[in-house]
């Protein structure tokens, strides 16, 4: 929506986007070229039924903005985003692991889909790419969209402009609140707040998933006490309770918990027959899927 | 990443320390006359921002512009949030605070 006056220095004012995307190296995400106009009302309605887990598909109306003729991506976005800003990725580390697909820690915890929601500025289209700033009013970080770049679905990007304004708001908050819960939960053993940051009303904001979760260290433990135990049980929920497993509709399969704790499978059933006695965790589609109880 | 001249998210009270500093907040347009804008911030203040675009009164506006005195703003960038926001805008008194003063490891001040 341009608001710039026209005795103002010139500076076009897009509308914000909410930007979304796996970065493997920090700043120079990829991008998807823009669809035609003809497919972008389409793509849109596909996109917010797509974000309905984070938003109200109400708040992304097919319809374009007669204004916004400078926001034509409109592409599919990896579930188990996590909302960010860009001074939090700027201050982001890249995980020592370097396993693909968590590519990054922040606040502790590692980060392979993120959000973002700013304004974009100076777009730029060239033969082999598109570039632009996105601007949140924390930082600006340069995009560039490689028009034929070969990505795999891991590194899907969406991109759609905001129509409901409060979703900029809604945005922050969600970003303070994570960090909030990130940052607690390395002072002492993770406290869930289990209130709802989302705010009822005709918006009909829905809650996007903001659970406590630690970095989990890929060091073997060894388990003898009843206290490493009780430890076990701890990092095994915490897994559990990381973002993109939460919005995950499968949950997160005993191999992978396994995997990451280095610790033998039995150990983990263990620690899941636990949780799904305490109701902190369910199986879904076989006996090897657990996902947590808990939305948030 | 290009961190230099952020504004701060700003509500009536807050401005008070920011004079001089770009910064951005959400008014309600009261009235309009002339490019002089009078709008009220979400802690109930009255600020004048000069310079404003032409927003409907009772529509709700983001103002990015640098602080001239207590209560007033030099806009640059204004951009008209329609009369549906604000079902969560008064929170956003209360999260200016927050963010600028407490947890402000999310943005930069």
Request: glycine share 8%; charged share 20%.
């Amino acid at each position: 929506m341009a608001g710039s006056k026209g005795s103002f220095p010139a500076r076009p004012r897009l509308s914000p986007l909410i930007s979304r995307q796996a970065p493997p190296p920090l700043g120079l995400p990829s991008l998807l070229p823009p669809p035609p106009p003809v497919a972008t009302s389409a793509a849109a309605a596909r996109q917010s039924a797509m974000m309905s887990q984070d938003f109200s598909p109400s708040q992304f109306t097919p319809s374009q903005n007669a204004a916004d003729s400078t926001t034509p991506f409109k592409m599919r976005g990896a579930s188990g985003t996590m909302p960010l800003t860009v001074k939090q990725i700027a201050d982001a580390h890249q995980s020592g692991t370097g396993e693909k697909g968590a590519p990054f820690v922040v606040d502790g915890v590692e980060t392979a889909n993120i959000r973002l929601v700013g304004m974009v500025n100076g777009k730029t289209e060239r033969n082999t790419d598109v570039s632009f700033t996105l601007d949140d009013g924390t930082g600006r970080l340069d995009f560039i969209r490689w028009v034929n770049d070969a990505s795999d679905s891991s590194e899907t990007v969406a991109i759609q402009p905001i129509t409901d304004f409060n979703e900029v708001t809604l945005h922050f908050i969600q970003c303070v609140r994570m960090h909030i819960e990130n940052t607690k939960s390395k002072v002492g053993s993770p406290t869930r707040t289990g209130s709802s940051m989302g705010v009822s009303g005709s918006n009909g904001f829905s809650e996007s998933s903001t659970p406590t979760s630690l970095k989990s260290t890929p060091a073997p433990m060894t388990i003898g006490s009843n206290g490493s135990s009780t430890d076990l049980n701890t990092q095994v929920l915490n897994i559990f309770r990381e973002p993109a497993n939460i919005e995950s509709e499968h949950g997160v399969h005993i191999n992978e918990i396994a995997k990451r704790l280095k610790l033998p499978e039995a150990k983990i059933r263990e620690a899941i027959a636990f949780h799904e006695d305490a109701g902190h965790i369910y199986s879904t589609i076989d006996e090897f899927h657990y996902k947590s109880a808990f939305a948030d | 990443m290009d961190a230099s001249g952020l504004p701060a998210f700003a509500n009536g009270e807050i401005l008070k320390t920011m004079v001089g500093r770009r910064v951005r907040t959400v008014v309600q347009v009261q009235h309009n006359e002339g490019g002089v804008l009078v709008g009220q911030s979400t802690d109930g203040h009255q600020l004048t921002i000069r310079g404003a675009t032409d927003v409907p009164v009772s529509h709700f506006m983001e103002v990015f512009g640098t602080a001239e005195s207590d209560q007033s703003i030099c806009a640059e960038v204004c951009t008209d949030f329609g009369n549906s926001f604000g079902e969560i805008w008064r929170p956003i008194s209360c999260s200016c605070l927050v963010l600028n003063n407490r947890y402000m490891i999310p943005w930069t001040m």
